[in-house]
């Protein structure tokens, strides 16, 4: 299967991924609007996201899938078999700690993330019962990032990239069904979305173990003490965690940026952390099927070409991956910027959402879509270096961004409130997105091929064009508008119309998609 057919099979699947997620968060906002509990259940949430993204998709995946691919090219998969049993092992046993824990120190853990809940003591409280009830909920994804791990470097990228639905859908229907059910029970219906986050999970493992099980590879978990120890002793899990340490310090940074973020918007108006969960929710669709379906599918085949000694097809797939983040992310980022309040409005505002909520979540969109580039680019920029295991070069250029990205707050945030947070986020990713770019290319690691200066030419009178056609649309009436579905039409009429205005324009100015696709 080729770099573009995986590319899109992800990205599809993480589309259906993120319009289920899109429908879950415009049911929330819909029923709980933005008040003390939805900010409860979202500091709640964002704490097993949080390690989530710190030791599972982040530290353990970055380790894990280098060494895995390289054991994979070098040793065959008998043996590589045997490293995911032992990993596997280690990595269980080391969950059930850290989930026990967790429980039982949520308290800390909602005061570390997000102590301005204690101005109301319902909501602090209401936040430290949903962190019990789903902190296991780390336990089931980290499982789900080592089986991922070895299904994408089997380049079986059909079912990790389809069982975030599995989530989304569980939740779904807790708000939907189970919210009135718990509203009956006298229970704050805002405590059924927990009960969706766990079965997700278990969903998701579930699904996953099955395509292992069916790939061969499914983990054989030991549980005595001696099997503990061989799964320690062996050579490819002291690499995986000597990789991890350095690993965790860099992802680490990014979580600490994250958490003193929540931490700002808990000690601002009320809702602000829901204000801003929901502008993330909207950046999701374009970073995840850009950037995260590129960094998925090219970590793996860059660590095989540098485990072979192959620089030339290491480079070119870097420069391959940088061109779709240029020709799909910088259009993205100037539509966040001129069509944020219409996006917004026609997605979120209903029900409980009000006209007052448009405005901020839109603050905080366009902040996000100011550094669009930058948080895309990462996503391919960060593996080239994941997949040379080099994990040290990203931590210190981590660290310098989290001191920018808090420096950045001072300024922004007593003037633009959450839209200062986001915006703050967004510079420092090109910040960072710049560094690990100028890093590759000074040690000759990627070797851009002929054609930049022609292509971005291209990609930005294209997209002045598009950009000049969305700043019209945004002067049209969004958030007043007695019916609904006009609304919704107008939207996806200037959408699509702005679409077809880009590539369009791309097209009649001698650009080749069909050609850089191929390639």
């Given amino acids: 299967m080729s770099l573009f057919k995986s590319a899109s099979t992800v990205s599809l699947l993480t589309l259906a991924s993120r319009i289920t997620g899109l429908i879950r968060e415009l049911l929330i906002a819909s029923a709980f609007g933005a008040s003390a509990f939805t ?97 296991p909920y780390i336990g089931f994804m980290s499982l789900v990032a080592l089986a991922a791990g070895v299904l994408n470097t089997w380049k079986r990228y059909a079912v990790p990239a389809a069982t975030p639905v599995l989530l989304n859908i569980a939740m779904i229907a807790a708000a939907w069904l189970g919210g009135p059910w718990f509203g009956r029970m006298g229970i704050h219906p805002v405590y059924a979305l927990c009960m969706g986050v766990m079965v997700g999970g278990v969903l998701q493992l ?28 062996d050579p490819h899990t002291r690499r995986i965690a000597k990789l991890m340490l350095p690993a965790i310090l860099g992802v680490s940074v ?27 929710r909207l950046m999701e669709f374009p970073t995840a099927m850009l950037g995260v379906a590129l960094g998925v599918v090219l970590m793996p085949q860059l660590a095989r070409a540098k485990a072979s000694g192959d620089a030339q097809a290491y480079s070119s797939m870097l420069d391959w991956g940088l061109r779709l983040v240029v020709l799909l992310a910088v259009p993205c980022a100037v539509a966040l910027l001129a069509f944020s309040k219409p996006l917004v409005s026609v997605l979120y505002h209903y029900g409980a959402f009000r006209s007052a909520d448009v405005e901020q979540t839109t603050l905080a969109l366009m902040g996000y879509g100011a550094g669009l580039v930058g948080l895309v680019a990462i996503k391919v920029l960060a593996p080239a270096y994941y997949a040379r295991q080099d994990i040290k070069t990203p931590v210190k250029i981590a660290i310098g961004v989290l001191i920018a990205t808090q420096l950045m707050n001072l300024v922004f945030v007593p003037r633009l409130a959450v839209g200062g947070l986001s915006l703050s986020i967004a510079l420092a990713a090109m910040v960072n997105a710049g560094m690990l770019l100028a890093g590759l290319l000074r040690r000759g690691s990627y070797r851009p091929e002929p054609g930049w200066a022609k292509f971005a030419l291209q990609v930005l009178a294209a997209t002045l064009l598009m950009f000049a056609f969305l700043l019209w649309a945004d002067g049209l009436e969004w958030v007043e508008v007695s019916s609904k579905l006009w609304r919704i039409g107008q939207f996806v009429a200037v959408v699509a119309g702005a679409g077809v205005l880009y590539f369009g324009a791309l097209a009649l100015g001698g650009f080749k998609l069909r050609q850089l696709l191929r390639r």
Avoid at 258 to 277: C, D, K
């Fill in 206 to 233: 579930g699904t996953q173990l099955w395509a292992l099980h069916r790939l061969g590879m499914f983990p054989r978990i030991g549980m005595s003490v001696s099997a503990m120890r061989e799964a320690l002793a």
């Fill in 254 to 280: 990014a979580q600490i940026s994250l958490l003193i973020n929540t931490q700002i918007a808990s000690h601002l108006a009320a809702g602000s952390v829901s204000w801003l969960s929901y502008a993330d």
């Fill in 39 to 135: 900010d409860a259940f979202n500091v709640a949430f964002r704490i097993p996201n949080l390690f989530r993204r710190l030791f599972a998709e982040g530290a353990f995946s970055q380790a894990f899938v280098p060494v895995l691919a390289a054991a994979r090219e070098q040793e065959g998969d008998a043996a590589t078999h045997c490293m995911i049993d032992r990993v596997a092992t280690v990595l269980f046993w080391v969950l059930v700690v850290f989930c026990v824990l967790g429980v039982l120190f949520a308290p800390l853990l909602v005061w570390l993330m997000a102590s301005g809940l204690q101005k109301n003591p319902e909501g602090f409280e209401a936040a430290v019962v949903m962190t019990r009830w789903i902190f």
